[in-house]
């Protein structure tokens, strides 16, 4: 994998960016992509650093999660702000971690990213439910690092 640009086709892409909008008709959660070609951290680790890095944290509900994946590691983390992680079953994130891991396992990335991201909207949705008044709070392109 050269470049981190090459990681998603464009139809790819538009079918996570979907799929957010999807999720987030489910709840008032926010979900973020991340992608970089790399890290030294562990993912988890560097998965804080950059949710810091795109504010993720300025939601009013603390309720923004990112889906992180450094692509020519194959290295894949999930996140959720403070408002989520208290409310949620303590195996919340590895439930979603584990569906799109076993994708990546198949080279299914973008598969992956996809069921992961609707999986935590329909979760999202017991403890955040979508309000009819939903701002977009965090945008829902995927960002590249
Ligand atoms: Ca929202
Ligand atoms: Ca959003």
Redesign the pocket.
């Known amino acids: 994998m050269s470049k981190v640009e090459d990681f998603l086709t464009s139809v790819e892409e538009s079918q996570i960016i979907d799929a ?1 909008k999807t999720a ?1 008709k489910n709840t008032s959660g ?2 973020r992509v991340h992608l970089e070609k790399s890290s030294t951290k562990a993912p988890l680790e560097r998965a804080k650093e950059v949710f810091s890095f795109l504010n993720m944290n300025n939601t009013k509900d603390h309720n923004g999660v990112l889906f992180y994946v450094a692509v020519d590691d194959k290295q894949f983390a999930v996140l959720g702000d403070q408002g989520i992680d208290k409310v949620v079953a303590n195996d919340f994130w590895n439930s979603i971690k584990d569906i799109v891991v076993n994708r990546f396992s198949q080279n299914n990335y973008a598969l992956g990213l996809k069921e992961g991201i609707l999986e935590t909207g329909k979760k999202l949705k017991e403890y955040f439910p979508y309000q009819s008044d939903d701002d ?5 392109d995927i960002s590249l690092g």
């Open positions: 957010i987030e926010e979900i977009d709070e965090l945008s829902n």
